[in-house]
T-cell receptor, first 111, second 116 residues
Framework: GENVEQHPSTLSVQEGDSAVIKCTYS??????FPWYKQELGKRPQLIID?????GEKKDQRIAVTLNKTAKHFSLHITETQPEDSAVYFC??????????FGAGTQVVVTP | EAGVVQSPRYKIIEKKQPVAFWCNPI?????LYWYLQNLGQGPELLIR????????DSQLPKDRFSAERLKGVDSTLKIQPAELGDSAVYLC??????????????FGAGSRLTVL
């Protein structure tokens, strides 16, 4: 089945700096890669996603890049703000269409 | 739109007791998922329904866990008997189930279970 690894597990950044989270996946048939943000005690919420026919997608301060050859994808947050502090999860679909989540990255943005 | 509704939000029980969680998905979402989330970890799929049919329950511990989705709308997840290791957040999610939105999941707020 699909195996998704996510790094780093924790990330501290100064407000205004950029944050990058990286994920790798194992199933070459994976074709959908969403990112979820989960604030403490709240539900995971989809913030951006990318499909395998696209290399990069951007939405305001967040962007995702996908390298199918290397089987890795990354989340980029620019001009970080305190409200960006949360746990971020990457995920990838396996060949059965099932989403496999990474272990999460705790992002802390310090003012 | 109400979103995915789950209840109860919190449940504390003693080990060996039964517990049940309820989920109401977004109207029109054919696919319903139950996920388990342990502290500090990503969600892990327990079971996925396409309408009323369980199409993936390979990760559901069937000796103590059961689920149903009668009429293809609401779903319940039951644990009987509960063990200490079952303490976790049980997340329900739903998706359109087909087309470009097939894997776009909307999660509920979760049911936090504590087994004493």
């Amino acid at each position: 089945g699909e195996n998704v690894e996510q790094h780093p597990s924790t990330l501290s950044v100064q407000e205004g700096d950029s944050a990058v989270i990286k994920c790798t996946y194992s199933d070459s048939a994976s074709n959908y890669f969403p990112w979820y943000k989960q604030e403490l005690g709240k539900r995971p919420q989809l913030i951006i996603d990318i499909r395998s026919n696209v290399g990069e997608k951007k939405d305001q301060r967040i962007a995702v890049t996908l390298n199918k050859t290397a089987k890795h994808f990354s989340l980029h947050i620019t001009e970080t703000q305190p409200e960006d502090s949360a746990v971020y999860f990457c995920a990838a679909t396996d060949s059965w269409g099932k989403l496999q989540f990474g272990a999460g990255t705790q992002v802390v943005v310090t003012p | 739109e109400a979103g995915v509704v789950q209840s109860p939000r919190y449940k504390i029980i003693e080990k060996k007791q039964p517990v049940a969680f309820w989920c109401n998905p977004i109207s029109g979402h054919n696919t319903l998922y139950w996920y388990l989330q342990n502290l500090g970890q990503g969600p892990e799929l327990l079971i996925r329904y396409e309408n009323e049919e369980a199409v993936d329950d390979s990760q559901l511990p069937k000796d103590r866990f059961s689920a149903e989705r009668l009429k293809g709308v609401d779903s319940t997840l039951k644990i009987q008997p509960a063990e200490l290791g079952d303490s976790a957040v049980y997340l329900c999610a739903s998706s359109v189930g087909r087309g470009s939105g097939a894997n776009v999941l909307t999660f509920g707020a979760g049911s936090r279970l504590t087994v004493l």
